[in-house]
């Protein structure tokens, strides 16, 4: 993802050229370019897409967009965004070591290269701005409260460092895990947004096992969003979106779902 290529969008879109993409880098970014894009959209011609910078495929963009589009009014959306997190907490026992599990998901090719990139928290913040905006929030970044799992004195060091240092958490993780074990809760690290309050957040929660976002496995992503129609509000239950959020193939199908949405509204 490119934050040059997400300079050019509102110039293209004022253009009349179409942008589909899954860089997250514009929608998610500052206010100010986001807007131009949004009018430039408007009255430039270009049409924006970004199914896929959330949930890879899953239709979470367009569900938002859709309820909104018909009169609902979304009042909360939180989740697991992030296949990477999702994965670790699936896998992880609370027993064993937390940096085992961070080292072999590393080796296996589940984290970024410096795995820090998925532990700070900042790829889900930046999904939950998308979400917060879809929703009608029109938030920032530094907005969002954000609970890192990467301690502080190991931010700034060598790759190799953090990893032959990570190991120095895992006696606070394997707290946290029995804690939450103890209350029969397990583990997971989610997004949120509350439209009303106007808050959003990342940080580690527990859920009972009987919750949705427990019944995880593998790098699923799952979304749980409230409205006038959907949960307490609408006498109802949550809606829920659920499914790989993270892959080669399942975000190309996002990009070309978008590409086939353009295609169609051209008829």
Known sequence: ASEDVSDKYHSWLAKGWHVATPNKKCNSGPLERYNKCLEASRTGGGKW????????GLPVVSTLRTLRATGDEIQSVQGIFSGTMSFLFNTWDG???FSQIVAEAKRAGYTEPDPREDLNGM???????IAARESGLMISLDDVSVESLVPKVLEDCPTEEFM???HESDAHMSELASKAAAEGNVLRFVGAVDVPS?????????FSKSHPFAGLSGADNILEIQSTRYGPLGSSTPLIIRGPGAGAQV???GVYGDIIALACSRL
């Open 49 to 56: 897409y970004v199914e896929a910078t959330i949930g890879a």
């Open 95 to 97: 027993v064993s070591p």
């Open 123 to 129: 790829d889900v913040a930046r999904k939950v701005v």
């Open 164 to 166: 032959a240092k990570f």
């Open 198 to 206: 106007k808050k959003a957040e990342v940080k580690l929660a527990a």
């Open 251 to 253: 975000t190309a199908a």
